[in-house]
């Protein structure tokens, strides 16, 4: 059985929530994972660790890059996996991939690439249900209530099933 750090950096608790089940799922295939905020956590003493931020503007939040950063040789030495989590609103299946390029994280990503992440996966995200400023009270008033969590929770189950049939028993 693994110890998997599952870090993540949110605003809303949306990435908490998704950080949680991910933990939760590790845990109900017999590791050992602990859901921590990032600016909070460090790799020492896990065997794996699972990072996950929040998205705005294809654009981590601070907490999880600097982890990223901060946490580079312990990262570089063990498994570790990456996830987004943002998109909202009604998908746009016949959208050209350069309107597409605010669901990648690019740098980020490529930091992780150097550093031999096994995976990165964009979740969908939820608007915020407590707006704290226009752009986000925009967002409340103009997505349709069938589009404001994007969450796919059997997706990102699905996800933490892959890590963990990855770790080791």
């Known amino acids: 059985m693994a110890h998997v750090l599952v870090a993540y950096a949110t605003k809303h608790h949306s990435t908490a929530e998704i950080a949680e089940a991910i933990a939760d799922e590790l845990r109900a295939r017999g590791h050992v994972a602990e859901a921590t905020e990032a600016g909070h956590a460090t790799a020492a003493g896990f065997d794996a660790v699972v990072l996950g931020s929040a998205m705005y503007l294809g654009r981590w939040r601070r907490e999880a890059r600097h982890f990223l950063s901060h946490e580079r040789a312990r990262l570089e030495a063990m498994p570790f996996w990456v996830f987004s989590s943002g998109p909202i609103g009604e998908p746009k299946a016949d959208a050209p991939p350069e309107e597409d390029k605010w ?67």
């Open 103 to 169: 669901l990648e994280p690019r740098k980020v990503i490529e930091q992780a690439e150097e550093l031999g992440v096994r995976e990165h996966v964009v979740f969908g995200g939820r608007v915020p249900e407590d707006p704290g400023n226009f752009m986000e009270r925009s967002m409340l008033e103009n997505t349709p209530e069938e589009f404001r969590d994007r969450r796919d929770w059997d997706e990102i189950r699905a996800w933490a099933d892959r890590i963990a049939d990855a770790l080791p028993a």
